[in-house]
């Protein structure tokens, strides 16, 4: 298949800190036609050394597009369509959506013939390293799909789910930076107890979950398998993962994300 041509007419509808991301990660990929908004003067100076134009206006920046990236809060999503309802309704335009909890259905319910696309990426967009899922509304062809997956994969990994799984995502890979930088600075930490300087327990720690994670991405074994691979009996790491499995660590993970998925349903359930 050809690739989608670099200069289609794009707007980010809600330029916070996702949308920057995906901003800057669309112009570095060679996308040239994007616009973009965001809701007050001051941002809208934060966002001056983009090359590109931000606007106030909603419909000024979905005047001038092929392509709607809805980057707002959940609570906002009904309400910014709805100001754009004269370029969504009867799939004028491709919408994607990258507000969590916000089902396709529901916005189909709302705007007739939308062609929406729901997407769930991570703020590890802002080094092009995002996880990003993604699901297709009812109206959305083989083409809209290709595209919301051409412009993620300018950003990271990305994946299509079916639409049941994406609650469960936003917890998981959605936080997911969140509960990794967690564990970072919990190494780094314990690499100043025992005594490294900073910088190189800061370096050693990034290098360290990097390699870790292309071991994991190349090889083709379970994360246990390597662990054991490092493991020796009687040796210095066994007595580390005692620590980690006599206190809970594993439990402590799959609690914490069951527990913002839970958080997740409850909100989407006042939502929607």
């Known amino acids: 298949m050809a690739l989608i041509k670099k200069d289609i007419k794009i707007a980010v509808i809600g330029a916070g800190k996702i949308g920057e991301a995906i901003i800057n990660s669309l112009i ?18 934060e966002l001056s050394y983009l090359p590109i134009d931000v606007f106030l206006d909603n419909r000024k920046a ?3 597009s092929d392509i709607l990236i809805v980057s707002v809060k959940p ?3 009904v309400p910014v369509l709805s100001e754009l309802k004269d370029y969504v ?5 491709l919408v994607i959506s990258v507000a969590a909890i916000i089902t396709t259905s529901y916005l189909e319910d709302r705007f007739r013939g939308i062609k929406v696309i729901r997407a769930m990426p991570n703020i590890n967009i802002i080094a092009r390293h995002s996880a990003t899922a993604i699901c297709r509304g009812k109206n959305i062809d083989i083409e809209d799909i290709r595209i919301a997956r051409e412009l993620f994969e300018a950003m990271g990994f990305v994946i299509e789910v079916d639409e049941k799984y994406m609650d469960a995502i936003t917890a998981y890979s ?7 930088l967690e564990f970072f600075e919990s190494f780094l930490l314990a690499g100043l107890k025992i005594g490294l300087p900073r910088d190189i327990a ?3 720690a990034i290098h360290t979950i990097i390699g870790s994670a292309k071991l994991l991405e190349r090889g083709n074994k379970h994360p246990a398998e390597y662990r054991d691979m490092v493991i020796t009996p009687g040796g210095v790491t066994i007595d580390a993962v005692h620590i980690l499995e006599r206190t809970g660590f594993k439990a402590d993970i799959i609690d914490a994300i069951k527990e913002a998925y839970e958080k997740a349903k409850d909100i989407a359930s006042i939502l929607i």
């Open 28 to 45: 570095e990929a060679g996308y040239k036609n994007i616009v973009a908004t965001c809701r007050t003067e001051r941002r809208k100076k």
């Open 62 to 64: 979905a005047s001038k």
């Open 75 to 77: 609570n906002q999503v």
């Open 89 to 93: 309704v009867g799939g004028k335009r």
């Open 174 to 180: 959605g936080s997911g930076p969140a509960y990794v």
């Open 202 to 204: 800061y370096d050693l």
